[in-house]
């Protein structure tokens, strides 16, 4: 009897231990929402739309904008009327080169949907507008960011954007109720008076790379605290980098990941030591006087394809040396309007690629855990774990069988 309960307990310790190996799945990735890697080909997408602008009243959190720079005596006087109105030419722009991108990714088979205002109602346009004025549909990653099946509803420190979140609600309202894999998730929303200290996290500070999730640290985008937050909500499945940036309000504005190992990066910008998943990557430079254009900002629709400014010639020149893929196309009017190409867009899908990402799962994760694997592989005693295991199990299947 002693020899069959310690065959069993045998047994018993070896099912827990492949247990303990198997990773637990959290994640799906056959969902309508659903995004790993910032590289990762574009299946669906939320673009910015022109409907609806208006000039903003001057406030803190907009300072800056290549607009407001531009612009600011006319908004003193011309505050809530329709960009349309006020500035033709530049709306008329705007328009075509909105357009243009949303038929460009069409083309390449991409689900697009607009940030489309009309779904408001009367109170959901009024709201905030006695704390700051204007409306502004063209930059939709202000407002949210899928990250794996999680959508992260931002809190922005601009009030004109948070009317945003009621449009995103209906879009993903339908998606949710049938995918019960999506999670949905609002930040706590900013007090009216917007204070400097307090939670803000907003979509364009983020980027995902696998389990890996950077989130960008400027004081004029999201704050320390939206980061630990977002970390918080996001659980041990996540690992968030907090980088540290200057002279720029958003990670995006600074930093694009195009493919595993490539990204393109701003001189100078960021202040911390790059995340250790980050290391050894190639980067392409960005000089600031280009980034103040948002050169770096960039439309990732695939591996090793994106959507480039026409107006960076060098970056463009940059990447195609390395194999991209690259369109170019005009977005000089959207972008004086305070934003980039990759503000421009939010995925919602992107299809994971086996193929790229399995190579790189293989490099980095053995070139970045090796030795601590083999360390750990040397210096752990199997013996004594599954004896303790094995005693356990048979202790209770004894316990069991004199009863």
């Known amino acids: 009897m002693k ?24 994640v799906n990735k ?45 908004m003193k006087t011309e505050v809530g009327k329709p960009i349309q109105q006020v500035n033709p030419a530049l709306y008329s722009g705007i328009s ?18 607009r940030l489309n205002p009309e779904v408001l109602d009367a109170a959901e346009m009024q709201y905030l507008k006695y704390v700051q004025q204007g409306n502004n549909f063209l930059f ?13 509803e931002c809190a922005t420190r601009a009030p004109m954007n948070d009317k ?27 007090s009216p008076s917007f204070p400097d200290k307090t939670l803000y996290i907003e979509g364009n500070d983020i980027l995902v790379d696998g389990t890996n999730v950077y989130v960008g640290h400027s004081g004029k985008g999201t704050s320390s605290s939206g980061v630990r937050w977002l970390q918080s909500v996001l659980g041990s499945n996540y690992k968030v980098y907090s980088i540290d940036i200057a002279g720029y309000r958003h990670l995006d504005d600074v930093l694009t990941l195009i493919r595993p190992k490539l990204a393109v990066r701003v001189i100078g910008a960021i202040m911390s030591d790059m995340p ?22 960039i439309m990732v629709v695939g591996p090793n394809k994106v959507l480039v400014d026409e107006r960076f010639e060098s970056l463009i020149t940059e990447l195609r040396n390395r194999n991209v893929d690259v369109t170019s196309v005009p977005f000089d009017d959207i972008a ?29 994760f053995f070139m970045e855990k090796g030795n601590e694997i083999v360390e750990t592989v040397k210096t752990f005693n199997y013996a004594e774990f599954f004896t303790n295991i094995q005693t356990l199990v048979t202790e209770k299947i004894s316990t069991l069988t004199n009863k």
Not at 47 to 68: A, D, E, F, R
Not at 144 to 151: A, D, E, K, T
């Open 276 to 297: 250790k998943p980050l290391a050894n990557w190639d980067f392409i430079d960005v000089t600031p006087e280009d980034a103040k254009q948002y050169a770096s900002s």
């Open 164 to 190: 945003n979140r009621f449009i995103v609600r209906r879009i993903l309202k339908p998606l949710t109720k049938e995918d019960p894999s999506i999670r949905y998730i609002a930040a706590p929303i900013p």
């Open 96 to 113: 075509q080169q909105a357009d243009n991108i949303a038929r460009e990714l069409k083309s390449k088979n991409v689900n697009v949907q």
């Open 30 to 74: 056959d969902s309508k929402v659903y995004v790993e890697h910032e590289w990762d080909t574009l299946d669906t997408v939320v673009l910015g739309s022109q409907k609806m602008l208006t000039v903003p009243s001057v406030h803190k959190s907009i300072l800056g904008y290549g607009y407001i720079i531009k612009n600011e005596a006319q």
């Open 3 to 26: 020899k069959f309960i310690n065959i069993i307990a045998f047994v018993l310790a070896f099912l827990i231990i492949g247990f303990m190996l198997v990773p637990v799945k959290t």
């Open 140 to 152: 939709p990653k202000n407002s949210f960011v899928v990250i794996g099946n999680n959508v992260i």
């Open 336 to 364: 004086d309007m305070g934003g980039g190409l990759g503000d421009f867009y939010v995925p919602l899908r992107r299809t994971y690629d086996q193929e790229i990402n399995s190579v790189k799962l293989n490099k980095e």
